[in-house]
T-cell receptor
Framework: GAVVSQHPSRVICKSGTSVKIECRSLDFQATTMFWYRQFPKQSLMLMATSNEGSKATYEQGVEKDKFLINHASLTLSTLTVTSAHPEDSSFYIC??????????????FGEGSRLTVL | KQEVTQIPAALSVPEGENLVLNCSFTDSAIYNLQWFRQDPGKGLTSLLLIQSSQREQTSGRLNASLDKSSGRSTLYIAASQPGDSATYLCAVQSSNDYKLSFGAGTTVTVRA
């Protein structure tokens, strides 16, 4: 099946620093990638939709300036948590869909990134 | 707004027993429904994708049914094994905005 690679898997940082998380589709191209946040024992919450070559679309309540998304190529999207604070500690997961599968094709997920802000 | 509910929240069964996991959704305007598996601290692994026009999908010991009109899907796992222990999530893709809505998951423990 299709593979989505996410890096780093774990990151610990000090409050006030910025952290970048990468999401790569390894064997397919994705014009659209999605970033989710998951709290313990809760469902995944969509944060934003990352569009290759254009601005990301953010969900209501998600701060654009706090969570910077860049989708510079058909295989890479990055999420940067700027000026991180302890409340940003969470599990962040990206997903992607093969552009050839269309908007309703199967969605593949990365392994997730555990962010801990001290 | 689409709401997805999974019942039960947790399930513990002895090895060899069949598993039945339920997923319900409030808005039947969907393109598809997807079942995922999530191991602790890991991402999601896609198990089955059912298009809205389909009634069921099968893969090995897994079978998922979809009744779009009543807003329900069921995931059956036959002859469970300890390796099936994980959290199972269902997600529906809205035909209004293409977005996925997830349930909170059912955490399964299969006892050896």
């Amino acid at each position: 099946g299709a593979v989505v690679s996410q890096h780093p898997s774990r990151v610990i940082c000090k409050s006030g620093t910025s952290v970048k998380i990468e999401c790569r589709s390894l064997d397919f191209q994705a014009t659209t990638m999605f970033w989710y946040r998951q709290f313990p024992k809760q469902s995944l919450m969509l944060m934003a939709t990352s569009n290759e070559g254009s601005k990301a679309t953010y969900e209501q309540g998600v701060e654009k300036d706090k969570f910077l998304i860049n989708h510079a190529s058909l295989t890479l999207s990055t999420l940067t948590v700027t000026s991180a604070h302890p409340e940003d500690s969470s599990f962040y997961i990206c997903s992607a869909r093969d552009r050839l599968a269309g908007a309703t094709g199967e969605l593949f997920f990365g392994e997730g990134s555990r962010l801990t802000v001290l | 707004k689409q709401e997805v509910t999974q019942i039960p929240a947790a399930l513990s069964v002895p090895e060899g027993e069949n598993l039945v996991l339920n997923c319900s959704f409030t808005d039947s305007a969907i393109y598809n429904l997807q079942w995922f598996r999530q191991d602790p601290g890991k991402g999601l692994t896609s198990l089955l994708l059912i298009q809205s026009s389909q009634r069921e999908q099968t893969s090995g010991r897994l079978n998922a049914s979809l009744d779009k009109s009543s807003g329900r899907s069921t995931l059956y796992i036959a002859a469970s094994q300890p390796g099936d222990s994980a959290t199972y999530l269902c997600a529906v893709q809205s035909s209004n905005d293409y977005k996925l809505s997830f349930g909170a998951g059912t955490t399964v423990t299969v006892r050896a």
